[in-house]
């Protein structure tokens, strides 16, 4: 058994010694960053068993305690509004499970000064397989000065978030966060359900041999995008090509091993998706805030995607994202054979 004494901090440690560092009421942050841990444990253990599902009972069905099977997402959702309403720094959330925003209270003066964003399961389709799946969230502080919230205090651009990051439910599960600071990496230990620092200060190497991509979708990318991706598959000895290519279909997933191991990862727009599929702010902006934090890129092919104004909660975008000189060539091909706008 591993000795945790004075070898281990714990995620609870850590952001009670960071709290200096946030520019605004530091107690609710902490707390609020405390509460989203929580619900990632539940999740975590919820996963966890997603495979016993035949023994528990289906979805849909009453388990052996009687309580009726969700489907993982519903129930990863649930628990991060659960325990985001519990803590009571948050006045509003807006989740990839829901059309509308939702609010903590109906009383006119919550005071919570928060908002989240989230997409509370990503990479679902990989549950039924013991695929690795995620969590990814977005903080910030609200626009508005009181009362339950509005739209508007989602509408706002990633380079105002305050936090953002991920857990990643896999082999073992991880939760990475910045809040403008550097990346850090906490590893779940279920000997003592605490997540424990792991990766402190986090780097993306620069450069790597990963590219992550539905290739599937080739006829269907842009120009440059057919381009770069030739390119990832040439012999160049100087630059290590061709590259590996790795796609879990698990953003979290693919986007955690890429700034790991160094690479990059794009989700274009297609034929069929105009404007991408991956959402700006459940998706996108916690990562891409993640990436530039931890040295890498993140652009929508002429841009920061840090700096897309939405207009609506549930946005989507182009994206590019990992090691910072990768994203540049790939921005190159793109900028060289076709338009890129975001609307
Ligand atoms: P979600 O499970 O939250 O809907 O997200 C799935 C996303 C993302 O995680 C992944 O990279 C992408 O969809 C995969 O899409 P394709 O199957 O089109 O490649
Ligand atoms: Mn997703
Ligand atoms: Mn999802």
Redesign the pocket.
């Known amino acids: 058994m591993i000795n945790h004494l004075h070898t281990t901090k714990t995620l609870t440690e850590f952001i009670i010694e960071k709290q200096a560092d946030f520019r605004y009421s530091k107690g609710e942050l902490t707390r609020l960053l405390s509460d989203i841990s929580i619900a990632a444990k539940i999740v975590h253990r919820e996963v966890n068993k997603a495979g016993l599902v035949d023994i528990l009972g289906d979805v849909g069905e009453e388990n052996v305690q009687g309580e009726v099977v969700q489907k993982l997402d519903v129930y990863a959702n649930n628990q991060f509004i659960a325990a985001l309403k519990a803590g009571g720094e948050v006045c509003a959330i807006a989740s ?1 499970e829901n059309e509308e925003i939702i609010h903590i209270s109906s009383r006119e003066d919550d005071d919570g000064k928060y908002v989240v964003c989230m ?1 509370p ?5 990989n549950i039924d397989s013991n695929v690795s799946t995620g969590t990814i969230f977005a903080i910030y502080r609200r626009t508005s000065l009181s009362g339950k919230g509005n739209i508007d205090d989602f509408l706002q651009p990633g380079t105002e978030l305050v936090a953002g990051g991920y857990i990643i439910y896999g082999s073992s599960s991880m939760l990475v966060y910045t809040t403008g600071n550097g990346v850090n990496g906490f590893t779940l230990d279920p000997s003592i359900g605490e997540f424990c620092l792991s990766h402190p200060n986090v780097k993306i190497p620069a450069n790597g041999r990963i590219y992550s991509i ?1 290739q599937g979708y080739f006829e269907h990318f842009p120009e440059g995008i057919k381009k770069y991706l030739r390119y990832c598959q040439e012999d160049d000895e100087k630059t290590n090509r061709p590259y590996s290519l790795r796609y879990i ?4 997933a ?1 986007f955690h091993r890429n700034m790991i191991k160094g690479g990059i990862f794009l ?1 274009p727009t297609t034929i069929s998706a105009p404007k991408g ?2 959402r700006l702010l459940y ?1 996108c902006n916690p990562l891409a805030f993640i990436a530039e934090q931890a040295g890498g890129k993140a652009t929508y092919g002429s841009n920061r995607i840090l700096e897309v104004v939405p207009t609506g909660i549930h946005d989507r975008v182009p994206i590019i994202i990992g090691s910072s000189e990768m994203v540049e060539k790939a921005e190159d091909f793109l900028q060289q054979y076709s338009t890129v706008a975001v609307s």
Do not use: A, Q, T
Request: proline share 0%; charged share 35%.
């Open positions: 990839e997409d399961l990503d990479g679902s389709s539905n279909g698990s953003m979290v693919d989700y599929k991956l998706e």
